[in-house]
């Protein structure tokens, strides 16, 4: 088990490199001077030109590449052009935000999707699959954002029961963390009912009955107990992307996660923002992934006799 | 001895499988008896209603689609076609327990052994917890399997050690009805016998009534006090075991008989049963093997056959034994 979370960790190195080439690459390409955008469009050619100079913005791509991969083995992720902090300074002060957010909103999401994927598949073809299933359509289909203004025009402006924007008390995770939840909880929804389907038409399940231990039981102990694997895998999946920040979600509700950050930064041309944060994103997914490969094991007693 | 009441009675048993395009009827009017202590084999083509027939006894039929239309299915003389799910409940597991077909599928894999055989320990049995994982491990052992093993999960076990486990929790709370369901099925034949012979062995410990469905009728003669041939839904054939093996009537059975590889002729062609069983949604008019029977005349497409008593304990579904029927069996190894 330790050997396969190392040899995961060693796997994250080739790519994170992979990842800033990658995004090196882009940020050369697209149009836009970094200096220019920084400074504004009044300042002096010789200031331009300094700038350049300081940043190292004049050197080959190969070079600025392997500059900034040297940086980030000693901890660095560069200076922001914007504000001149460190980048990593400004990540990890809207990472709490955004970490709360996700967690909220899967939380939501798991606590209202996985009972109702198990009652569906019980009940197939019942009203309450149907209406279940419809609902869950209209929760992938339905955009984040416009549920998000659809809440707070309910929420805050009409009924004023809660704060239309900004972060800090439980009272302001509750919208975005709907909005947010609620195509991730039809996602699980739908995953949890159709891997439900499945496993009560397995074998072990007619045994499980023929014990005479209840229907709740065997529902709840056998077919939950195998249940987890696909929930999991998809939660996990959701999870990680929201970690990455929800830009929209973090926009509309003025909620200052490293998703809002990114998008300012991808604007103002900031490139070690940028790069920062999507390196850090890279990171949290490829945790979150290992984190979910982990629980795997203790799940599925099969997966981890793989491990070992 | 008058009349002893038997542990297992199904009478007149019907069950149908209901879906938008077709009834499949796939017990036909079955009845049979099973006293304390005896087994009965259950022998058939695979889609005879062996396992259907098993199922309405544990109350387990898939409903939707499957529908149990009427009969009675008596637990020592109590009928519990009107029970509700909690009363069956109570006696799943305790006092009628099922060996089921697969063992590669039939356990839990995300849950120890030990806890499969405890969790129905602790449903019927006021023990504490520790008891019945004590209990678990003791029927690990009855079934040749170390107590020590209770911990480690199905995926850690051989083929023919699962069935065992299987066999452990049939087995658990001493039942007084067993149903397996080819048992044996799935393993090969040297796990076979230690399977039979282990099933043997408790089943005289406990006295136990048990039901063995196979199409193997070599493990029939093994173990069987009685054999019931099932065709097409319906018992066509049934009686003690000599009865059935040294003087059988139905041309079915015979066939059954016929197709097994002789020892002594190897060289023999074997003599399979022409054609396919009949599909159950669309069985065909009077006697259900007439399509098949080469002793078949016109007769038998018209009326369905009615048990003919040859002895108390050996009867047959064939027009053949019926008087005035007019329908001859000549020139076949039926005796």
Known sequence: ?308 | MAHEIPELKVENLVVEYVTEDAVVHAVNDVSFEVPKGSTMGLVGETGAGKTTTALSIMKLLPDPPAKLVSGKIEFAGEDIVPYSEKQMDALRGSTVSMVFQDPMTSLNPVLTVGDQIAEVIRRHQRVSKLEARTKAKEMLELVGISGDRAGEYPHQFSGGMKQRVIIAIALACNPKILIADEPTTALDVTIQAQVLSMMRDIKQKFDTAMILITHDLGVVADICDTVAIMYAGRIIEYGKIEEIFDDFKHPYTEGLFGSLPNLQKRHEKLKPIKGLMPDPSDLPTGCYFHPRCKYATAECAKRQPKKTYLSDTHYVECLAYEEGTGVKIEGGDIK
């Not at chain 1, 990593?88 to 009972?115: G, H, K, N, W």
């Not at chain 1, 009924?159 to 699980?188: E, Q, R, Y």
């Not at chain 1, 696909?230 to 992307?241: E, R």
Request: hydrophobic share 50%; proline share 5%.
């Open chain 1, 1 to 308: 088990m330790h050997r396969y979370i190392l040899k995961r960790l060693v796997q994250l190195i080739p790519v994170i490199l992979g990842v800033v080439l990658i995004i090196f690459l882009i940020m050369d390409l697209t149009p836009g001077d970094p200096a220019r955008m920084v400074l504004g469009n009044m300042a002096s050619e010789e200031a331009i030109a300094a700038f350049r100079e300081e940043q190292g913005l004049n050197d080959p791509l190969p070079i600025r590449y392997l500059r900034y991969v040297f940086d980030m083995l000693r901890g660095s992720l560069g200076t922001s052009y914007r504000s001149s902090r460190p980048v990593i300074d400004e990540l990890l002060a809207r990472f709490p935000a955004t970490m709360q957010l996700a967690s909220a909103s899967i939380i939501f999401a798991l606590v209202i999707s996985v009972p109702i994927g198990i009652v569906s598949a019980l009940k197939q073809n019942s009203l309450f699959d149907t209406v279940g299933m419809v609902a869950a359509l209209l929760g992938i289909a339905m955009p984040a954002f416009w549920l998000g203004l659809i809440l707070i025009i309910s929420f805050s402006l009409k009924l004023d029961w809660l704060p239309s924007s900004g972060s800090g008390s439980f009272k302001h995770l509750i919208l975005p963390a709907v909005a947010n939840g609620v195509s991730c909880a039809a996602n699980i929804a739908r995953i949890t009912r159709s891997s439900m389907l499945e496993i009560i038409r397995q074998d072990y399940i007619r045994t499980a009955k023929s014990k005479g231990i209840g229907k709740m039981k065997v529902v709840l102990k056998h077919a939950m107990g195998n249940c987890w694997i696909p929930v999991i895998t998809v939660a996990g999946l959701q999870f990680g992307t929201m970690l990455g920040g929800t830009v929209i979600i973090e926009n509309v509700f003025a909620w200052n996660g490293v998703g809002d950050f990114l998008l300012k930064s991808i604007s103002a041309k900031d490139t070690p923002c940028v790069l920062g944060g999507i390196v850090m994103f890279t990171v949290v997914f490829s945790v979150v992934n290992l984190l979910v490969d982990i629980v795997y094991a203790f799940i599925d007693p099969r997966i981890k006799a793989q491990y070992q």
